[in-house]
């Protein structure tokens, strides 16, 4: 039998990769909110964006977490969930989330602070 967090990173996983791909396939922006147990996200789609700079950033994910559980332990599927739609973001992945341990575990990964709450990865410079 799955555990609770086992149980929830799943369902997120596959509702997002279901989302990325009809959204990846239909052009423009799409937007979707997920909710299970204790847990709230909202996953952004941008099939391509202008930048001031005149370049182009294509396949951008945003994922805003509105509700995570407060104890470290019980963050781990938050933390694999990121890492999963890092995998599924082309150029950039901004993740919007409150303080938390995951936070910290993200500006580790090269994530850099774009405002208060939100985190960005240039997949690009990989």
Do not use: N
Not at 61 to 83: E, F
Not at 102 to 118: D, F, Q
């Amino acid at each position: 039998m799955k555990k609770r967090g086992e149980a929830k990173l799943v369902w997120f996983a596959v509702q997002t990769v279901l989302f990325v791909r009809q959204a990846r396939r239909a052009g423009g922006v799409y937007q979707r909110e997920l909710k299970y147990a204790d847990a709230a996200v909202s996953v952004e789609y941008t099939a391509q964006t202008d930048l001031r700079e005149g370049s182009a950033v294509r396949g951008m994910i945003r994922v805003c977490v509105s509700a995570a559980p407060p104890h470290r332990r019980r963050q781990r599927w938050l933390h694999a969930y990121l890492k999963l739609c890092e995998t599924l973001a082309d150029d950039i992945m901004i993740v919007t989330l409150p303080p938390c341990p995951v936070r910290e575990k993200l500006l580790k990964r090269g994530y850099v602070e774009v405002s208060k709450h939100s985190l960005m990865l240039d997949l690009r410079a990989a």
